[in-house]
């Protein structure tokens, strides 16, 4: 009998994973492509998608995507990546690439949507209908998951660039971030972590006061999100997270700022289940390219 299988892509800005699964997400092929050019990047892919027809019949393809982008169908740029600094993709069609070469339904999110949908389906975010998901790492992005859907507006949330309270005498650094210097991935992403400290994150010692700078900005972020959107659970993930000590001191930081407001038992008697690790570390954004690639052949039957 042959197989129902889906595709997935996790487009990032070094590589794009792309990978052939069942019905129960069991990789049965895989490959990484260098980022390049759109045209040699996504041809790449396409073209290891062909490549797969003796594993069985793919039925839609699911792309989890760096961004900025465009996930709207209705939308006349929908499938496009907008202005990004990746030289050569600002405009590039990536829907309309691949339904010129496979002729498949597609799903189109960001990398961080896809990953919180996937966690709602099988991760550290499953039974939930209100979840936040955050990467933390080379950038800081996160997706929103609001009464079981995903949360688009007239784009998509960029919770990365929210601002942060700043106090320059206790920390002078100014961020990196081109577009806003001090916001949240201006202060507290790993390109961030480098640059305030001359090493990277994995070089410093679990007891140096990076850390605690570090939970405190990404705590104050998470205080910001709980007050605007009051989700059930919040997904930690991204390299910057691999800190072991990290995770115990942002809780203690959140419920300190927090300072007892929102009263409920979800914060007060269980933050430990509150703020959490993501449950798919390292599969996320394939996982959620999967989960919209099954949202695409719901919708296109």
């Known amino acids: 009998m042959t197989q129902t299988l889906f595709a ?6 070094t590589k794009f994973v792309c990978a052939v699964a069942d019905e129960n997400n069991h990789i049965l092929a895989e490959t990484r492509i260098p980022t390049t050019s759109p045209d040699q990047t996504l041809s790449g892919c396409a073209e290891f998608f062909q490549q797969q027809s003796s594993l069985g019949t793919i039925r839609s393809l699911g792309i989890a995507c760096f961004g ?4 709207r169908p209705t939308s006349k740029g929908y499938g496009h990546i907008l202005a990004t600094p990746k030289p050569g993709w600002a405009g590039a069609d990536v829907v309309g690439f691949f339904k010129q070469r496979l002729d498949l339904p597609i799903a189109f999110d960001t990398d961080v949507n896809g990953a919180v949908l996937a966690e709602s389906l099988w991760g550290a975010g499953k039974g939930l209908k209100n979840l936040v998901y955050f990467t933390i ?3 800081i992005g996160a997706g929103v998951i609001a009464e079981g859907n995903l949360v688009h507006g007239f784009l998509h949330p960029e919770m990365g660039h929210i601002m942060l309270a700043r106090d320059p005498e206790q920390d002078p650094f100014p961020g990196i971030c081109p577009f806003h210097g001090a916001c949240f991935e201006g202060l507290a992403s790993g390109p961030a972590i480098e640059k305030r400290w001359g090493l990277r ?10 850390w605690a700078l570090e939970a405190h900005y990404i705590a104050l972020a998470l205080v910001s999100v709980t007050c605007a959107l009051a989700p059930e659970r919040i ?3 991204g390299g910057v997270m691999a800190q072991e000590q990290l995770l115990p001191m942002i809780r203690d930081k959140f419920a300190l700022l927090l300072n007892g407001y929102m009263q409920t038992p979800l914060i007060a008697q269980h933050l430990e289940s509150y703020i959490v690790l993501t449950g798919l570390e390292g599969k996320a954004g394939l996982y959620g390219a999967f989960a919209l690639a099954h949202q695409a052949l719901e919708a296109a039957q």
């Not at 900025?68 to 996930?71: H, Q, R, W």
């Not at 994150?201 to 990076?210: E, N, R």
């Open 137 to 139: 790492g080379t950038g």
């Open 201 to 210: 994150g994995d070089q410093l010692p679990p007891k140096h006061p990076a």
């Open 8 to 13: 997935g892509i996790e487009g990032g800005g």
């Open 68 to 71: 900025p982008l465009d996930p």
């Open 235 to 237: 997904i930690l993930g």
